[in-house]
């Protein structure tokens, strides 16, 4: 099938985008959109043209590399789909795809349709870790967590981080996948020790990238590729209100403190 | 004072306070929509109730302030959400594509309030303080007129109030707008201060959009039944 593409070009961070128009020849329906958009870069090659620069990585849904927008909406808006997993059966011959990067303050773009994450990373080293000291694994049993909340942890740490949630938020916020990252490990008995200090720093980093507010609207986890649930907003919302008011989220616990509680478990 | 000083500065609880205050503004709107209602139960009943209200000054000044003061905390956070969310999405998607899973009211909460606001306003010079150049039927609300045995006869200021039907279709833009800020905005309150799971989402959901359509018909039906004459 042939498609027209309205593709973001822009040079670098610096320079002033535009939406460029390039014709898709010959696109088979069972190629990935990443693997169309290669095709596409092979005939802008050959034509002595600058290739259209995006990220993929892993290519199978998994890594969270792949971001870009299409026709306005995040990995193509298909319910728990990455753009690497998205198959071109889903357009038609003489569509037309507009694709753009990420769409947020806090992820500039780079290149064309490569924006820098770089604020995720910042907001994990505010306190998406916990501090135990590390050396040989442990049995994986020897800290018993229940099934329930085994599986709602899960759920959360399934994030990927690839920030469809702050693309699709007319709002720009980027409290889905901060409280993925809290809910993950607030709700295990591993991460308990650090709850209220990890939950006031991650939202203090969250803010300082500058990032909007959620005004509970729901895009986010209705084009999450990982289906990562609005219940952790609530949660987080839940777990930031009792770190505040309890006033100790200020210090962070030291780590023999916290090996101290933990080895009093079990817990749940 | 930290939890202050978070509690203003930080997203998570602007929204707190976004919240609180939405909440404390509701319950009086649920509450006002009730008393109001004793429109239908008669003059007697209405006035007493109006009365009840007029006469223990500390306590109707005590709750004045307090609604005054969580409504100047609801619209500065908003106006302070409103610049950061702008900011912090300086270039949209081509073509400004409808945000997936929003609904009208979701979308629309700034202008829905702004809608309120200015009816508000209005409201409160033509009925509390009775600015009678405002009330378009030139009668003066706190004259002689309208006061039965020294006290306020407000049932018929109500009836006055609303012969005009400019004045009612005001009224009914004016509830409209706090209708659909009430059907976002009371289920997204439990969701800000963290009362939600997957369990009861929908539910919150549907709750709101029901109480909003009963505050919209018990607050249109008073306007409405003065103009059809239902009510004399």
């Known amino acids: 099938m042939n498609l027209t593409l309205k593709v973001w070009r822009q040079k670098d961070a610096s320079s002033q985008g535009y939406l460029e128009t390039i014709e898709a020849k010959d696109i088979n329906q069972y190629m990935s959109f990443l693997e169309m958009l290669d095709v596409v870069n092979e005939h802008l090659i050959v034509e002595g043209k600058e290739p259209i620069s995006f990220e993929s990585d892993c290519r199978e849904g998994i890594c969270g590399a792949c971001s870009c927008a299409i026709n306005g909406k995040p990995h193509g808006g298909h319910k728990g789909t990455t753009t690497c997993q998205l198959h071109m059966r889903y357009f038609k011959d003489g569509d037309t795809i507009v694709i753009e990067p990420w769409r947020s303050r806090a992820f500039p773009v780079i290149k064309d349709l490569i924006v820098d994450r770089s604020a995720f990373d910042r907001i994990i080293q505010a306190g998406g870790y916990i501090s135990v000291n590390t050396g040989g694994a442990h049995d994986a049993n020897s800290i018993p967590v229940s099934k329930e909340i085994a599986e709602t942890a899960m759920d959360a740490a399934a994030c990927i981080g690839c920030g469809a949630c702050v693309a699709s938020c007319k709002n720009g916020s980027a409290m889905l996948f901060v409280a993925a990252k809290v809910s993950h490990l607030n709700l295990l008995p591993q991460g308990k020790p650090e709850k209220d200090y990890r939950v006031k720093n991650m939202v203090t980093q969250m803010d300082e990238e500058g990032f909007g507010n959620c005004t509970n609207i729901g895009s986010c986890a209705e084009v999450c590729p990982k289906e990562v649930d609005l219940k952790f907003i609530a949660k987080m919302n839940r777990d930031y209100g009792l770190a505040i008011l309890k006033g100790e989220s200020r210090h962070k616990p030291d780590t023999i403190s916290i090996q101290a509680e933990l080895s009093e478990l079990p817990i749940d | 004072m930290s939890v202050i000083k978070n509690l203003y500065y930080s997203s998570v609880g602007k929204k707190y306070i976004m919240a609180i205050s939405g909440l404390c503004l509701l319950t009086f709107v649920i509450g006002h929509s009730l008393g109001n209602l004793?429109?239908?139960?008669?003059?007697?009943?209405?006035?007493?109730?109006?009365?009840?209200?007029?006469?223990?000054?500390?306590?109707?000044?005590?709750?004045?302030?307090?609604?005054?003061?969580?409504?100047?905390?609801?619209?500065?956070?908003?106006?302070?959400?409103?610049?950061?969310?702008?900011?912090?999405?300086?270039?949209?998607?081509?073509?400004?594509?409808?945000?997936?899973?929003?609904?009208?009211?979701?979308?629309?909460?700034?202008?829905?309030?702004?809608?309120?606001?200015?009816?508000?306003?209005?409201?409160?010079?033509?009925?509390?303080?009775?600015?009678?150049?405002?009330?378009?039927?030139?009668?003066?609300?706190?004259?002689?007129?309208?006061?039965?045995?020294?006290?306020?006869?407000?049932?018929?200021?109500?009836?006055?109030?609303?012969?005009?039907?400019?004045?009612?279709?005001?009224?009914?833009?004016?509830?409209?707008?706090?209708?659909?800020?009430?059907?976002?905005?009371?289920?997204?309150?439990?969701?800000?201060?963290?009362?939600?799971?997957q369990y009861y989402h929908r539910i919150l959901e549907k709750a709101a959009t029901i109480l909003a359509i009963i505050l919209f018909i018990g607050y249109v039906s008073i306007p409405v039944s003065v103009l059809t004459g239902i009510l004399k």
């Open chain 2, 38 to 197: 004793q429109v239908f139960m008669g003059k007697e009943t209405i006035n007493r109730y109006a009365h009840f209200l007029q006469s223990n000054k500390e306590i109707l000044w005590l709750v004045r302030i307090f609604l005054f003061t969580m409504l100047v905390l609801h619209l500065w956070t908003s106006i302070r959400l409103w610049f950061e969310n702008r900011a912090a999405r300086p270039i949209g998607y081509f073509g400004n594509p409808t945000p997936m899973s929003s609904t009208f009211a979701s979308r629309n909460m700034m202008f829905m309030g702004i809608v309120l606001g200015c009816f508000l306003v209005y409201h409160i010079l033509h009925y509390t303080v009775q600015v009678s150049d405002i009330n378009l039927i030139g009668k003066d609300f706190s004259g002689a007129e309208f006061q039965i045995k020294g006290q306020r006869d407000v049932y018929k200021m109500m009836i006055n109030g609303f012969s005009h039907p400019l004045v009612s279709l005001f009224y009914i833009l004016g509830v409209g707008g706090l209708c659909f800020h009430i059907s976002h905005g009371a289920h997204s309150l439990f969701q800000s201060v963290g009362i939600n799971s």
